[in-house]
Each structure stands twice: as structure tokens, then as C-alpha cells.
């Protein structure tokens, strides 16, 4: 089974065209099929038009989020309720064609457990394009994984991949990056992209502000995500040992005679010193939080769900 996980956000415009065609390719598939759609707490009618469809489809699931949750938390959500061998993300705005779904399945057979589609001719906003390239040149250099378009929303998993994955905030824009530093093979191929010609694209030139924290923060989720400690400890016992240094040079030359009381670097090595501790108990507290959020995360976004027409 393959099973289509599509994120919706105020898509009406768009999803009764969408799901012909997606209905439409998917016949030519030789594996049964389900599709999930992931409502991200749309404003417009699109929950509606998705009970509409399901009430005539029965390989439809819907799942419905309370308020918008993100990218992130849907595509997760999606992941947890599929039940296909193979996993595809796709989006509804019909800019990524749903007949190159097997243009990814051909090129899985090559042994990877996540292919990328790869929108070469990008047919966005020159802004968007820009945005976009700079994010993903950033991202080759600072973790080595060469692919051209992290962010695509056209991409098939493996299910052991897929449901690797637990994702919030921005990390979306990660997923090749995150699946690649769990152990799994990812590959790329060049896609068709087409004009938008429903609705408003939801991100523009300004997301690239949006961007460039996620990228710090996956930079450090990359390396320390599992033992926070090691960085916030190294950090705090360096600031510690430069504040030692500077109290120890500055009792010399106290009992050498020099008056220490009123010069800056005594503060400075009290700062240090202070800091350092701070730093280090911060590491404590992350390794605290990080344990208790891997185990709640699950069930608090399963808990958002307003609507689902799962039996």
C-alpha cells in the first residue's frame, strides 16, 4: 500500500481539482492506496469540501486540527496515521504534479528509504526562487547533504523513514537533513513545476527571516540534540576556567600590593565565573526537557485534533 499524506491549509480553491487528478494517477499505480488529508485548522471551507469528497471515496481519512498548527505538526500527524509500505507528501495546490508520484517510486528502487523531488525550473515569484536557493546552498554547506531543493513538498518515505520522524516549528524544511542523520539513504530527482493557478502561496520572501533561526537551531539539534549537556557543559566550564584565570591573576598581584577592588576585570572574572555555572545548569535543564518532550510530544498533537473521520 502507498499511502498519500496531503497537508491542507485554505486550499478550497484547489482541492476538488487536486483530488481528481491525484484520484486519476493513482489508478495507474500498481499498489492499493489511501489518501490523508491533514486540515491545519483551515478558515475557509476546506474541511467542508474534504467531508464532501470522503462521504463519496472510502480510501479517504481526515484529520482535522483544532486552530493551525504548522507544517511541521501535520505532516507529523500524517506520518502516525499512515498505514502504507510507502509514504508520499504532497501538497494540494497542484504546483507538483501528482502523475511524477511514480517518477519517485522508479527512482526508489535504487535502494533509497526518501527521494526529493527537485523543482529545477521553479515556477514561483523571483523572491521565493531566491529565498529558496540561498536556504538550500546555507544547508549544503553546513551539513554536506547535497541536494538541490530541501523543501520541496513532493517526497516519498519509506515507512520505517516516514515515521522516524517527529517534527515542530520549521523542521520541515529539515526532513532530508534529519532522515540523512538518522541512517537512512536520501536521493533526488528533477520534478515538473508548475504556475500556481489556485489560491495564494502561504510564504513569501519574508520566511527566509523565518528561516535562518531553524537553521541554527537544527545546526544544533544536529550535533546535541541528544546530549545537550556536552555543549552547554563545554561552553559553561570554558567561561568558568577564563574566570578562575583572571580572579587568579588578579589575587597575585593584590598580595603583591595592587589594588584590585575598582579595576573592571575583577568584575569580568566574577561574570565568568557566574555565567559558566548558569551555562552549565542550562544543560541540565535541556537534557530535563529534552527527556520529557520525547515522550509527551506524540500525544499532544494526536490531542489537537477537533475532527477525524477515522472509524
Known amino acids: 500500500m502507498i499511502s498519500i499524506v496531503v497537508p491542507v491549509y485554505n486550499e478550497e480553491e484547489s482541492l476538488e481539482a487536486f483530488f481528481i487528478v491525484l484520484s486519476e494517477e493513482l489508478e495507474k499505480i500498481e499498489y492499493s492506496s489511501e489518501i490523508i488529508f491533514i486540515d491545519d485548522g483551515s478558515t475557509d471551507r476546506s474541511l467542508e469540501i474534504l467531508k464532501n ?46 502523475s511524477e508520484i511514480l517518477i519517485l517510486l522508479n527512482k526508489m528502487e535504487e535502494g533509497y528509504d526518501l527521494v526529493c523531488g527537485w523543482r529545477k525550473n521553479r515556477k514561483d515569484s523571483f523572491s521565493k526562487i531566491i529565498s529558496s536557493r540561498l ?66 502561496s502561504k ?60 579595576r573592571p576585570l575583577l568584575f569580568l572574572g566574577m561574570l565568568l565565573i557566574l555565567s559558566g555555572f548558569q551555562i552549565l545548569f542550562t544543560g541540565f535543564i535541556a537534557d530535563l526537557i529534552n527527556n520529557i518532550f520525547q515522550k509527551s510530544g506524540v500525544k499532544e498533537i494526536q490531542s489537537s485534533l477537533k475532527y477525524s473521520n477515522e472509524k
Open 203 to 262: 510564504y513569501g520572501f519574508s520566511k527566509i527571516w523565518k528561516d535562518l533561526p531553524d537553521i541554527f537551531t537544527m545546526f544544533f539539534i544536529g550535533k546535541y540534540a541528544k546530549r545537550p549537556l556536552h555543549f552547554f557543559g563545554g561552553l559553561g566550564s570554558l567561561f568558568f576556567i577564563l574566570g578562575i584565570i583572571i580572579l587568579s591573576y588578579l589575587s597575585v598581584i593584590h598580595f603583591q600590593g595592587e589594588t584590585i577592588g575598582s
Open 53 to 98: 469528497i470522503s462521504e463519496k471515496e472510502k480510501n479517504i481519512r481526515i484529520f482535522s486540527f483544532r486552530k493551525n498548527q504548522g507544517k511541521a505538526e501535520a505532516l507529523t500527524l500524517g506520518f502516525l496515521k499512515a498505514n502504507g509500505e510507502f509514504i508520499v507528501t504532497l501538497d494540494a495546490d497542484l504546483q507538483d504534479r501528482p
Open 135 to 200: 536556504f538550500n546552498l546555507i544547508a549544503r554547506n553546513l551539513w554536506g547533504l547535497s541536494l538541490h531543493d530541501y523543501n520541496c513538498g513532493l517526497k516519498l518515505y519509506t515507512k520505517e523513514a516516514a515515521k522516524s520522524l517527529y517534527l515542530y516549528g520549521g523542521m520541515h524544511r529539515f526532513i532530508p537533513l534529519i532522515i540523512f542523520q538518522e541512517g537512512f539513504s536520501v536521493g533526488e530527482i528533477e520534478i515538473t513545476h508548475d504556475i500556481r493557478k489556485y489560491g495564494k
